[in-house]
């Protein structure tokens, strides 16, 4: 996703205008027992990779998907479709 999916225009600009990346690291690393608890909590899912969308002003997750997706679904996910 990070090398096919993301860098591509219609992806890359909605990712640029509506969202801030943040990344958590649940395959190795310090924190990672803290991560995974951290996935628990917001996805309800081990699942690799995943994606939610997350309004910190509400804190709440606002939609949520795991597993690859081609880049129209990956886009009709950014969008809320």
């Given at each position: 996703?990070?090398?096919k999916?993301?860098?591509?225009?219609?992806?890359a600009?909605?990712?640029?205008?509506?969202?801030i990346?943040?990344?958590?690291h649940v395959d190795?690393?310090p924190?990672?027992?803290?991560?995974?608890?951290?996935?628990?909590?917001?996805?309800?899912?081990?699942?690799?990779?995943?994606?939610?969308a997350?309004?910190p002003?509400?804190?709440?997750?606002?939609r949520k998907?795991?597993?690859?997706?081609?880049?129209?679904?990956?886009?009709?996910?950014?969008?809320?479709?």
């Open positions: 996703m990070e090398e999916i993301f860098p591509r225009p219609a992806v600009g909605i990712l640029k205008e509506g969202y990346e943040a990344r958590l190795g690393g924190a990672l027992q803290e991560n995974k608890r951290l996935q628990a909590e917001l996805t309800r899912s081990v699942a690799l990779p995943f994606f939610l997350y309004d002003a509400e804190r709440k997750v606002l998907t795991a597993g690859l997706r081609p880049e129209d679904k990956f886009r009709a996910f950014l969008e809320g479709k």
